[in-house]
């Protein structure tokens, strides 16, 4: 049989051991550190910039809230900011809107309705 080769017994490699190595950590090691400076410490800093925008926030200042909502902060309480978002046509008084503090997205420079 021409196309068929013989099969040889082979010597058995010696047994390894249930080791533990450092090269065996070091790969999921360096994946955890990379999710720590890549989305949880970026995720953190972000919360508290939010947080300390939230407590700075007074009357006067302009916003912009997450839903894209452009308005001028006439009062503040714990949870909710009274928003100046427009006047009436015609009238002298103006178009105030209540919304949550958490969705304020940012502050804007002083101007930038007028601007608009």
Not at 11 to 20: D, N, Q, T, V
Not at 32 to 42: E, K, M, S
Request: glycine share 10%; charged share 15%.
């Amino acid at each position: 049989m021409f196309l068929i080769s013989d099969a040889y017994a082979q010597a058995a490699a010696g047994a390894a051991g249930p080791g533990f190595s450092i090269e065996q950590m070091a790969l999921p090691a360096l994946m955890i550190v990379a999710f720590y400076f890549l989305l949880i410490r970026p995720q953190q800093k972000r919360a508290k910039e939010q947080k300390s925008m939230m407590e700075t926030l007074k009357a006067g200042d302009e916003i912009i809230s997450t839903g894209g909502l452009l308005g001028k902060v006439s009062r503040v309480a714990d949870q909710y900011v009274t928003i100046e978002v427009g006047s009436v046509v015609g009238g002298s008084g103006a178009v105030e809107m209540t919304i949550q503090k958490s969705a304020i997205q940012a502050t804007l420079p002083k101007g930038t309705i007028k601007a608009i």
